[in-house]
């Protein structure tokens, strides 16, 4: 025997309210904890890159630091060889002078080149054309100049010219 | 007020679900998002640091790059060890006879290592001695002429003596004697090879 008119509804747990309830949380929740799950990744992400990025860093100021000291070593090799290559030029100027500077009636039997001084030896036809031909130039250059004169069989002399520059003007050169 | 029991449950479980978001969004997820900004910054600054690092890196590989190029010889002399023999070899056209003693090492000289070498020669005219000169500035090392330079006559021949001071980058040089002096040319020319 039916008392109602209406068919009874079967009751459930999840009343469509509960099903809408649950349907929205359950997006909400999806959704923050793929936002919590991007920034998790983002984050282990910025720490790898990162640690790329200090490596590259450290990789970058070696090979400068290195660069650096290889332009210095070069910068300090050419500053030592241009001293050396005019050292040799002064020098060949020098020799070229000094030689320049012995008159033709002059001959020079042995001659010494210091860094302070030089020693000529030779032989000259009278002292005079020594004393004005080439002790005069020789004066002019050096501050101390001492000549010995040996006479020689033929009546010219064998002559020692010894000249010295002093040291604390030579340093100012 | 009548409330059945299912929407008192609904009501809770929402009060419950509705506090764990706020928690879960507050106490995480906000200070995680600022921590990603702040991170992100940081990390666009390493970048721009990094750049510059790179941009300056170019520069002195540039630097150095024309550096060796410019300096290829004074380089090249440094690094190459003296060989007496090839030294007489090179330089013979200048002088009648040329003989070069052993090297001694001397001590270092601004940095660098510097061998002393004692050279007696013979001359027919004070011209070659100048030319000598020219080409040892030329010459496959870094060579000074020292003091003192003796010039003796001895007939029509000039008799010359003198020492060289030979410089080389600061490190254990092979220094090389007649002897191996052969092998050691025949082995730079396989490298140029």
Not at chain 1, 102 to 109: E, K, N, Q
């Amino acid at each position: 025997m039916r008392y109602s008119y209406i068919k009874p509804a079967p009751k459930t747990a999840l009343s469509k309210d509960m099903q809408l309830l649950f349907t929205f949380f359950s997006v909400t929740l999806f959704m923050l904890f793929l936002t919590y799950g991007f920034l998790l990744f983002r984050d282990y992400r910025f720490e790898q890159n990162r640690a790329e990025l200090i490596q590259e860093e450290q990789d970058f100021r070696v090979s400068i630091e290195e660069m650096k000291s290889k332009i210095a070593k070069i910068e300090e090799q050419n500053i030592l060889s241009e001293r050396v290559f005019t050292k040799n030029i002064v020098l060949k100027d020098s020799i070229h002078n000094l030689f320049d500077l012995v008159p033709a009636r002059i001959t020079l039997s042995k001659a010494e080149i210091m860094q302070n001084g030089l020693v000529l030896y030779g032989i000259t036809p009278n002292k005079d054309i020594y004393n004005f031909m080439l002790q005069a130039p020789l004066r002019s250059i050096f501050h101390r100049t001492y000549s010995s004169f040996y006479p020689l069989k033929n009546g010219w002399f064998s002559f020692v010219s010894t000249n010295y520059i002093d040291e604390e003007s030579n340093d100012e050169y | 007020m009548n409330i059945s029991r299912q929407h008192i449950y609904m009501l809770l479980l929402s009060l419950v679900l509705l506090t764990f978001v706020l928690i879960f969004s507050f106490a995480v997820l906000i200070p995680n998002g600022k921590e990603y900004r702040v991170k992100r910054a940081d990390l666009k600054k390493e970048y721009r640091k990094l750049k510059q690092l790179n941009d300056f890196s170019d520069e002195t590989s540039a630097t150095l790059q024309k550096l060796q190029a410019d300096h290829r010889h004074i380089i090249t002399a440094f690094d190459t060890p003296f060989v007496v023999s090839r030294f007489e070899k090179q330089h013979r056209g200048f002088f009648s006879s040329l003989k070069l003693s052993k090297l001694e090492k001397k001590e270092n000289e601004d940095g660098f290592s510097v061998y002393e070498v004692n050279t007696t020669s013979e001359i027919n005219s004070p011209k070659s001695f100048y030319k000598f000169l020219d080409a040892v500035n030329k010459s496959d090392w870094i060579v000074a002429i020292n003091f003192p330079i003796t010039f003796k006559r001895d007939s029509e021949m000039i008799n010359s003596s003198f020492t060289m001071k030979v410089y080389s980058n600061n490190k254990d040089v092979k220094i090389s004697s007649e002897n191996n002096s052969h092998s050691e040319l025949d082995s730079e020319s396989k490298q140029k090879n």
